[in-house]
């Protein structure tokens, strides 16, 4: 079956350590991306990417860094140099980027003790 | 910048009954697109409808449909016939071509037996 996934579901972190959450998709899409969301609101970009090896800010990319090194992955780090990460994180992925339809992944729920 | 906003943070309506959710967007483009994801207390965010600015014909998907006033830049959407699995939190949002997509800050929506 076709579609995105997102590992791992839950996430636990203490302060002061970084951390990865994998989204891989298997759509051959070319574009990808990270939101963020907190309780109630709705989904703010952190960081895209239209090609391999070429990623871009999204509006809240302070403390996240990204790569992309192969097509079918897109991997987010939060950093200790984001403030107040506890949050909802979506994955997504669209055939090209500013005219596509976006699909979403499951999402990961990052939680800081 | 675009903004979508959406002026109702929750509704309900009875099961088998109508109801519509507002969405309305500013910009200064002429080409974009517009969409409708529902996200369900699994928190996956699923699209229900998109709908290109060029065309005049309103989108409908099922059970669900659109109304797309591009003169007052508004976006409501219809569901028909609610059913219980309609229960979600629904996202307004909006892509100028080449851009980005930006979200409304969502609508509850419970459906009631």
């Known amino acids: 079956d076709g579609g995105i996934t997102q590992s791992p579901k839950y996430l636990f972190r203490k302060e002061g350590q970084n951390v990865t959450l994998s989204c891989e998709q298997n759509l051959n899409h070319d574009a990808m991306y990270w939101y963020r969301q907190d309780p109630g609101q709705g989904l703010r970009l952190i960081y895209y990417s239209q090609i391999v090896n070429d990623f871009q800010k999204g509006d809240i990319a302070e403390g996240y860094s990204v790569s992309r090194e192969k097509k079918e992955s897109f991997p987010l780090t939060v950093t200790s140099a984001q403030k107040n990460p506890t949050a909802f994180y979506l994955c997504a992925s669209s055939i090209d980027a500013g005219t596509d339809t976006q699909y979403f992944g499951p999402g990961t729920r990052l939680t800081v003790l | 910048a675009q903004t979508v906003t959406q002026s109702q943070p929750e509704m309900s309506v009875q099961e088998a009954e109508t109801v519509t959710l507002s969405c309305t967007y500013d910009?200064?483009?002429?080409?974009?697109?517009l969409f409708w994801y529902k996200q369900p207390p699994s928190r996956q965010m699923i699209l229900v409808i998109r709908q290109e600015a060029y065309k005049q014909q309103n989108a409908t998907e099922n059970r669900f449909s659109v109304n797309f006033q591009k003169a007052a830049k508004s976006f409501s959407l219809k569901i028909s016939d609610s059913q219980l699995g309609d229960t979600a939190m629904y996202f307004c949002?909006?892509?100028?071509?080449?851009?980005?997509?930006?979200f409304g800050g969502g609508t509850r929506l419970m459906v009631k037996p």
């Open positions: 949002a909006f892509m100028v071509t080449g851009n980005m997509l930006t």
């Open positions: 910009t200064s483009e002429n080409n974009y697109y």
